[in-house]
């Protein structure tokens, strides 16, 4: 299984799919599909590092908090994955960011608000990890 993302139609919010061969690269994948829904990044240079710790929880649970983590970093820090690394922690998720200034940017879509639960899917099949999440913009 390769690994990838995309945006979904949605009425009045958007919805992602990221699939990976496994959890983490499944998370990665998520992240990158919330900032492609709302930012150009292409061609984009990474010009700061950030390390978040998430608490314990169930698979569903890290996946929000992590796109969760991604909208505040956006509100309170201007700031914008380019690239994600995840490694399990006790039941929970240490991430590593290679960030961007949001600023530097093109915004090309709504800039979300929240991640919706409704819905929400986050497992692994025979063939690796998949996650579908609705986002409120």
Known sequence: MDRGHRAVAHTADVRIEAWAPDRDGCLAEAV???VATFADTDGAAADGETTVELPAGDD????VGLLDEVIFRLETEGTLPLATETRPTDGGL???WRTVDAGTVELV???PKAVSLHALRFDRDATGWRCVVTVDV
Do not use: N
């Open 94 to 96: 240490r991430v590593r």
């Open 60 to 63: 569903s649970d890290l996946l």
């Open 32 to 34: 990158a599909a919330l």
């Open 109 to 111: 879509g709504a800039v």
